[in-house]
């Protein structure tokens, strides 16, 4: 039986290839609904680019606009060098139509009805929505597992003091999220970055998927590996961070998870930060994976899948 998923994203390149990926899985994984939040874009225009993958990958589930900034109001910026403007350098889709709010009717309740239904969650920006949703309704999400894209623990990440990108961008939502009775999984950037997509790949299966979301993505692809090769010196490729962790859910047996104590540093030079400390394990974290296999079945299934339907 398909996997039942809950998906928040802040729908940058990367969010959009485990989102394209996982919508092209439907005998593993049965989208239930998705949520939006700020992080790679601002949270409308992530929204937007996340209705526009599903429904290109041929996936009705309806997608929430959720928190536009993190529990401590910093600022947002507004745009990210590996993801522009809109998220997707320049093929992100258009707001046309009108989404529905996470703070209204629902919407408010959405991600407590979710857990208490355990319906699985996959977190791949900030935890923004999740934080709040436990202020509302806290028991609905006591014990609940959901996967994480976060942490960087022996690499450093690209946001200031090292940390990864989503943490650095609401540390409070983690830190509340690890406080809460939540035991999230957290596939952090020391096993995300193990995972290469070449420029190579993505244009052979592009092509030969020959889907308009296929072009789409290979698109907007192109200037992610720009940034990869001025930030982590990887020429002609990619680290599909989002993707990696949303294959864990796919194929657990090729990752590694081990139970820790997690801390997270909320101020300072080191926000955002996420620390292993004594005590009992509030999280689980991937230590390992098997590189080349996620990379294989990233590939087929984000191409292959659809040629074979």
């Known amino acids: 039986m398909p996997l039942r998923l809950h998906i928040d994203t802040d729908c940058g390149v990367d969010d959009a290839l485990a989102l394209a990926m996982l919508a092209r899985s439907p005998d593993a994984v049965e989208i239930v609904s998705a949520s939006a939040v700020f992080g790679n874009t601002y949270v409308d225009q992530a929204a937007a680019n996340a209705r526009g993958v599903l429904r290109l990958a041929g996936c009705p589930a309806e997608v929430y606009i959720g928190a536009g900034s993190g529990v401590a109001r910093r600022r947002v910026e507004r745009m ?7 998220g997707l350098n320049g093929a992100g889709f258009s707001q046309r139509w009108k989404l529905p709010e996470m703070d209204r009717g629902q919407g408010g309740s959405l991600l407590a009805f979710r857990a208490r239904a355990r319906v699985s969650g996959l977190f791949l920006g ?20 959901p996967t994480v894209m976060a942490g960087a623990f022996a690499v450093e990440g690209k946001a200031s003091g090292g940390a990864d990108f989503n943490t650095w961008s609401d540390a409070e939502a983690l830190a509340r999220v690890l406080e809460r ?39 907007a692809v192109g200037p992610y590996m720009a940034f990869h090769r001025q930030a982590w010196g990887l020429e002609n490729g990619c ?27 909320t101020d300072g030079t080191r926000l955002g930060r996420i620390e292993r400390v004594e005590g009992e ?29």
């Open 80 to 86: 990210r060098p590996a993801h522009g403007v809109d």
């Open 126 to 145: 900030p935890l923004t929505n999740l934080a709040n949703g436990l202020l509302e309704d806290p028991t609905a999400f006591r014990d609940w597992r």
């Open 239 to 265: 680290h599909p961070h989002d993707a990696v962790a949303a294959v864990s859910l796919i194929a657990p047996e090729l990752y590694a998870f081990e139970p820790a104590r997690l801390r997270v540093v």
């Open 181 to 219: 009775g939540v035991r999230p999984r957290l596939v952090p950037l020391d096993v995300t970055s193990r995972v290469t997509l070449t420029s190579e790949a993505m244009g052979v299966g592009s092509r030969a998927c020959g889907t308009p979301l296929s072009a789409r993505l290979n698109k």
């Open 281 to 309: 394990p509030n999280a689980e974290v991937c230590v390992d994976v098997d590189a080349a296999a996620v990379e294989r079945m990233l590939l087929e299934r984000l191409f292959c899948a659809a040629v074979a339907a």
